[in-house]
């Protein structure tokens, strides 16, 4: 599984959720661009992070690697 196949669910878990990337930014402490930039694959996003991504959107950790 690579950080792509991540980023790719994260960003559908979110819009899902009906969540945008400025309130997920916000919740991880990022601003908007540093967040887009893990979605788009960028950059990874780190454990605590899609924990807290997670928990924001009620999801269940392991659909995101699922």
């Given at each position: 599984m690579d950080d792509r196949y991540?980023?790719?669910?994260?960003?559908a878990l979110r819009e899902e959720a009906?969540?945008?990337q400025q309130e997920i930014a916000a919740?991880?402490?990022?601003?908007?661009?540093a967040y887009s930039r893990r979605e788009t694959g960028?950059?990874?996003?780190s454990?605590?992070?899609?924990?807290?991504i997670?928990?924001?959107?009620?999801?269940?950790?392991r659909k995101?690697?699922?």
């Amino acid at each position: 599984m690579d950080d792509r196949y991540i980023s790719e669910r994260i960003r559908a878990l979110r819009e899902e959720a009906g969540l945008s990337q400025q309130e997920i930014a916000a919740e991880l402490n990022l601003c908007q661009s540093a967040y887009s930039r893990r979605e788009t694959g960028d950059r990874t996003f780190s454990a605590g992070e899609v924990w807290a991504i997670a928990r924001r959107t009620g999801t269940d950790i392991r659909k995101i690697f699922g």
